[in-house]
């Protein structure tokens, strides 16, 4: 292709290419000033606690990192144990010489779609015959950003 | 009239393309089984990858991409500013490769959110694969859709 031929080529990819994205923007504007309105706060299912709530609660949480060891590593709430079901029955007894009946248990993993955290509170109603475990809604990420 | 099998493969693939995107811009926008907007949805999602602390960036991604995804998508689909359109899938497809092969490095163990709501961690193999050929696809259509010798007859037709 000639060198002008590729020019007004791209030209006219990057015209389009803003057409449309501009054509995008209006709905997009729309559809964001009618949600507003936001319901910021999803509705909390029995065992979840939202991560004001499990701040609040100070040193009467125990917080449970449901991840991996690695994940653990990188980073985690002030003073949570490592417990997750890749290495349940060896992190088990450093989490029942630290639990507490008096503290709430605070499970959590990376947020979202992550089951690891319903999971090992599962486990320990089941298996530890715990009652006060939660879920902490957001999990990681949230507990970071708000 | 037969129509050549090139013609006939480009239009299966460009209209193969389009639907993808349509879809998945439409299900980020809408969730159309519990009839609310899927958005809050999204960005939670899109907060998953932690490529950001910040939550209004996040909301502003949440909101306009999806209707970004759908306009190109219908564009293509329709041959209105196709080229444009290609460029900016192209685009977004190597974005989508990015975020997932830098969640799935990370061990991230998250829902992608690229088809709206999913109630299992994500297939990170499966969905790179998938972005793959997308991005394969929409590579394809451009370079076919392209003007290369001495007639560029696409630059003179939407000049005209």
Not at chain 1, 33 to 56: C, F, N, S, T
Not at chain 1, 82 to 87: A, V
Not at chain 1, 105 to 119: F, I, K, L, R, S
Not at chain 2, 47 to 71: C, G, K, M, R, S
Request: proline letters at 4%; one cysteine or more.
């Amino acid at each position: 292709m000639p060198g002008s031929s590729r020019a007004k080529c791209v030209r006219l990819v990057i015209r389009q290419a803003c057409a449309i994205l501009a054509i995008a923007l209006v709905p997009a504007a729309v559809s964001g000033g009618v949600q507003l309105k936001w319901r910021h706060e999803e509705p909390l299912a029995a065992d979840e606690i939202r991560p004001a709530v499990a701040r609040a609660l100070g040193a009467e949480a125990l917080f449970v990192d449901a991840r991996t060891g690695q994940r653990y590593a990188q980073g985690h709430i002030a003073g949570a144990l490592l417990l997750n079901n890749e290495s349940w029955d060896d992190l088990v007894p450093k989490f029942l010489d630290a639990w507490d009946p008096d503290k709430k248990v605070v499970v959590y993993c990376d947020g979202g779609g992550c089951d690891a955290a319903e999971e090992i509170a599962g486990r320990m109603r089941r298996e530890l015959q715990l009652h006060d475990v939660y879920v902490l809604k957001g999990g990681w990420p949230a507990w970071q950003s708000r | 009239m037969a129509i050549p099998l090139n013609r006939l493969c480009a239009a299966i693939l460009r209209i193969a393309v389009a639907a993808v995107f349509i879809y998945a811009g439409a299900v980020k926008i809408w969730n159309f089984k519990a009839g609310d907007w899927a958005t809050q949805q999204f960005a939670g999602d899109l907060q998953n990858f932690q490529l950001t602390a910040y939550w209004t960036p996040i909301i502003v991604v949440a909101i306009y991409l999806p209707w970004v995804e759908l306009a190109a998508g219908c564009a293509l689909l329709l041959r209105r500013c196709e080229l444009g359109a290609l460029a900016l899938l192209g685009v977004l497809a190597i974005l989508f490769l990015g975020a997932m092969g830098s969640a799935w490095a990370r061990g991230l163990d998250i829902s992608c959110g690229c088809f709206g709501k999913e109630n299992n961690a994500t297939n990170f193999p499966l969905h790179i694969s998938e972005d793959a050929a997308l991005f394969v696809g929409i590579a394809l259509l451009l370079w076919m859709r392209l003007p290369r010798g001495k007639s560029p007859d696409i630059l003179t037709r939407s000049q005209s």
